[in-house]
């Protein structure tokens, strides 16, 4: 997938519109909007960069899908793992405990 796809995907998962994604990175919602159609223009490295850090990704997923940094997991076990990273410490503890009684189990 390419950074239009990888941006569509992302606001989704964040359940974010593109005018909060405006407000949020910086980036104007009219080079957002040309960012996502379908031609799928590329942006400038600062655009990208300010996009993904509103996400809270970085601009090589944006770009690539992929993060080098990361172990291979599936995407649901990515996706987990990002909602557990917005949770406060003890539930992430809990969340953490909870999966280990899980795999305990088996």
Do not use: C
């Not at 569509?8 to 990175?25: F, H, P, T, W």
């Not at 809270?56 to 990361?70: F, I, M, Q, R, S």
């Not at 406060?88 to 953490?96: I, M, Y």
Request: hydrophobic content about 40%.
């Amino acid at each position: 997938m390419g950074f239009k796809e990888n941006l569509k995907s992302e606001l989704l998962y964040s359940d974010m519109l593109v005018k909060e994604l405006a407000a949020k990175s910086g980036v104007n919602k009219h080079s957002l909007d040309n960012y996502l159609n379908s031609r799928g223009q590329i942006p400038s490295v600062d655009a990208a960069v300010k996009i993904a850090q509103a996400l809270g990704v970085t601009v090589e997923y944006l770009a690539t899908g992929k993060e080098d940094n990361l172990p291979l997991m599936s995407d649901e076990a990515y996706a987990v793992g990002r909602l557990v990273d917005q949770l406060s410490e003890g539930d992430r503890q809990f969340v953490l405990d909870f999966i280990k009684w899980l795999k305990s189990r088996q």
